[in-house]
């Protein structure tokens, strides 16, 4: 069954005759309009957090999604601080240029929720579409917005760069223009030459069933916007996913399971008294300073989230059985940068759901394990992946082997195998169980002992399947960017 059957067949939230795509966008109203509301936008952000009636009014008038998400920004005053000089580390980095995008605001609740629930009945169009039509509607959707953004340049007098997005400790956004090369393959089958993590122990990856501090500013962000809006993977039929933990054995500071991390808010306690970390999100270990996982863990309806910190081989469960003293045995640090796709901030296309974080040198975990990656644009479909990752750890994680007296995660790995079923140039599905929590964690096979990191867990899809943003060209480059814009000291 292809993508826009399946669809159709399995989701409520397609409602339109025949599954028809719909842009999401009004018929196109002209420049004199799109020019008042950006100027409205502005006079509201004068008042940033008491404007919340006229922002959604002015959001309702818009004719895309994307204009609406701006529009947000702006009323919130993402473009009203006065631009800071270029920081010292920028300024620092050889053969990259970059031009200040914004700052990072935190939107209100009644925002959040607005853009939440209109990009979600825009997706249920896009994901209905092929490759083909998904280039189409890409490019004109990208041509209207850039005209938005021309307008927005000419208000407040910043150049608008298409780039990729950095976002810095102090909370100011930099686009990163792209290299004369970018796109251009890696030159070897592990992508930036990594094969294996530092200590790899081959004799720990051969069983192919898988049975084994710096400090950060940042913005003030309210309590209830530290973290992402859970995406919720799927259950499909009866949980067939596997515990991984010091309670039944495995070991996890290891190059097996030590490149997992579990993602958190930059404050969150990483030792509470009943052993369950909050869980944002999951990600992968794949150098020695980048972290990669799902971009909405850092950037979702419209605001940045405060998931900086990187627990590795989080073991919730251990703790709480006894079979360790810690959740957090390995211990944490957080992120010094962090990256996402200039059209993830633009317009929040689950195509484009792919970012990273970038660890301090001075890391304690920068000579930490990690996993190999490899850029793919095809070729997935039959063969065997992995999936393992933090589920949220209050989901029920009974039907998965949880050995809580309350069935729940408790901040532990969990996950399994399983055939991609079928792929596109941007994501590729499966039928793995997921939950929320697992967003960002690794999907990957093992060659010849070595796990190899092909895309990161990001949605739900219909009724039936999970999915993964791919590390084709796009997050490829995303990712040899940031290693060259970030080197790392030798790990001997």
Not at 13 to 27: E, F, I, K, Y
Not at 49 to 62: H, K, M, Q, S, V
Not at 454 to 469: K, L, M, P, R, S
């Amino acid at each position: 069954m292809d993508r826009a059957a399946l669809l159709c067949s399995c989701t409520a939230l397609v409602v339109l005759a025949g599954c028809s795509p719909p842009d999401g966008r009004l018929p196109h109203v002209g420049f004199r309009d799109e020019t008042v509301r950006i100027n409205q936008a502005l006079e509201l952000a004068e008042d940033a957090f008491g404007n919340e009636e006229e922002t959604l009014e002015l959001l309702a008038l818009t004719e895309s999604y994307s204009e609406a998400l701006l529009l947000a920004r702006v009323s919130a005053g993402a473009f009203s601080e006065t631009p800071p000089e270029l920081p010292n580390e920028l300024t620092a980095m050889e053969n990259a240029s970059f031009t200040f995008d914004s700052w990072s605001v935190p939107l209100s609740e009644s925002v959040t929720s607005y853009l939440h629930d209109a990009r979600e009945e825009r997706n249920a169009g896009l994901n209905a579409m092929d490759d083909d039509e998904w280039s189409e509607y890409e490019a004109d959707a990208q041509s209207e917005y850039s005209a938005l953004r021309a307008v927005l340049s000419d208000a407040v007098g910043w150049e608008y760069n298409v780039g990729d997005v950095l976002e810095a400790p102090d909370g100011s956004l930099w686009r990163r223009a792209p290299s004369p090369d970018e796109g251009e393959a890696p030159s070897s089958g592990a992508a930036g030459g990594v094969v294996g993590g530092v200590g790899e122990d081959s004799t720990e990856c051969e069983n192919l069933e898988e049975t084994e501090e710096c400090s950060v500013v940042g913005p003030d962000f309210p309590d209830e916007l530290r973290a992402p809006t859970p995406r919720l993977g799927q259950i499909i039929g009866n949980d067939t996913r596997e515990l991984r933990s010091a309670f039944n054995g495995f070991q996890l500071n290891s190059s097996v399971w030590g490149p997992k991390m579990l993602l958190m808010s930059l404050n969150g306690s990483t030792n509470p008294s009943n052993g369950k970390i909050d869980v944002s999100c999951s990600g992968v270990k794949i150098s020695e300073r980048i972290i990669i996982t799902a971009a909405h863990c850092l950037f979702e309806n419209g605001s940045w989230t405060d998931t900086r910190r990187f627990v590795p081989a989080a073991d919730g469960v251990g703790m709480g059985t006894g079979a360790i003293s810690d959740p957090s045995p390995h211990g944490t640090d957080t992120s010094q940068w962090r990256y996402i796709r200039g059209p993830w901030e633009d317009h929040e296309w689950d195509n484009y759901d792919f970012g990273l974080m970038v660890l301090w040198n001075a890391s304690s975990l920068r000579c930490w394990w990690w996993h190999a990656w490899e850029e793919n644009v095809s070729g997935l479909t039959g063969d065997t992946v992995f999936h393992f990752g933090f589920p949220g750890e209050t989901q029920d994680c009974s039907g998965a082997g949880s050995p809580m007296t309350d069935g729940d995660c408790w901040a532990s790995i969990y996950g399994d195998g399983g055939d991609v079923v079928s792929e596109g140039g941007y994501r590729f599905y499966t039928t793995i169980d997921d939950q929320s929590g697992q967003s960002g964690a690794p999907v990957y096979k093992i060659i010849g002992g070595t796990r190899v990191v092909y895309g990161i867990a990001a949605h739900d899809f219909g009724c039936c399947e999970n999915d993964a943003v791919r590390l084709n060209d796009g997050n490829s480059d995303l990712i040899l960017n940031a290693q060259g814009d970030n080197p790392a000291s030798s790990c001997g």
